[in-house]
């Protein structure tokens, strides 16, 4: 559909830019795509069309152009998602400044984070905001690295925990606020019907499990053995700390995990030992920092900080 298919005269026209319209083609400014658009609003993507079409009625010009792949703004639709935008901005500036005035610690705040910080930390941490800030939701999505910090910037959660190996600098952006929760000490752990280990050399020729070398557990198993002069025997790759540690209660191989992953773990299946690890996986949470200092978000981390490891 071109301009010349939209009835509109230069003379004026009586637009009514809906809001909620209005959001369906930021949303589609985001995501790129009419269904990603629909997902992060949470309806369907017959309705995100509808609504744009409503909305390019009502301006009477093509906001989206749709012949491709990925839905493309017109320039209308460039200039018109832009003010949204800045609309939004001062929305959000306004939403913290009264926040500010009351004091009062209320609203939803959205997290995405992986299993281990979900069961570990915020569970533990969630109890203690009902009790502290009763107004106070948190809703988790279990979600992370790149795609989580990807949601971050398009604005569909609030924070994101993440983790690093913490030789590794952060690689946060300008809109992004890095709140350092803990420094969680890894440990060596190997099946225990294997004979005592007093060095890495006894786990020369061994088998190990771990993630692959851009995997946080990857990538300190690779500095590990890099240091020491040896090359890992990866035998099994995977990412989800239990799924691991049952491969090696098993006995099919030696890990590297953080502290925080054996919490739950039964000790007579495995053997943790006392091999020396340098350094430590960082945990951070990264803030909007349109949102860093909103009173919902400020309750969270510090609950956050109340039940991470000392």
């Not at 005269?9 to 009419?34: E, H, K, Y």
């Not at 306004?94 to 281990?116: C, H, K, P, Y």
């Not at 054996?262 to 000790?267: E, G, S, T, Y």
């Amino acid at each position: 559909m071109n301009e010349n298919s939209y009835s509109h005269t230069s003379a004026g026209l009586n637009m009514d830019l809906d809001p909620r319209r209005l959001a369906v083609l930021a949303a589609i400014a985001r995501r790129g795509t009419l269904a990603g658009a629909a997902a992060a609003l949470h309806v369907t993507p017959s309705a995100v069309s509808q609504q744009l079409a409503a909305l390019e009625h009502s301006v009477g010009r093509p906001l989206v152009d749709r012949t491709g792949r990925r839905a493309v703004l017109t320039a209308a639709g460039r200039i018109l998602a832009y003010r949204v935008e800045a609309i939004a901005r001062e929305l959000a500036e306004a939403e913290q400044e009264l926040a500010a005035m009351s004091g009062r610690a209320a609203g939803q705040v959205r997290v995405a984070a992986f299993s281990t910080v979900i069961r570990h930390l915020l569970v533990p941490a969630m109890a203690l905001l009902s009790s502290s800030y009763p107004d106070v939701v948190c809703s988790i999505t279990e979600l992370e690295g790149a795609p989580a910090l990807r949601e971050l910037r398009l604005g569909g959660i609030d924070v994101t925990i993440t983790e690093r190996d913490a030789v590794l600098r952060s690689t946060a952006s300008r809109s992004v606020t890095v709140v350092p929760l803990c420094d969680d000490p890894y440990r060596v752990v190997v099946p225990v019907a294997w004979p005592p280990i007093h060095s890495y050399a006894d786990l020369a020729d061994r088998p190990w499990v771990a993630g692959s070398s851009h995997s946080t557990t990857g990538q300190i198993l690779d500095r590990v053995c890099r240091e020491r002069g040896l090359t890992p025997r990866r035998v099994h790759e995977c990412l989800d700390y239990p799924t691991v540690l049952t491969l090696v209660a098993a006995g099919h191989g030696a890990t590297i995990v953080p502290d925080l992953a054996l919490r739950d773990v039964n000790r007579d299946e495995i053997t943790v030992t006392a091999l020396p690890v340098a350094g430590a996986r960082r945990l951070d949470a990264h803030v909007t920092a349109g949102r860093a200092q909103l009173p919902a978000v400020d309750a969270l981390l510090a609950c956050l900080k109340a039940v991470v490891p000392q």
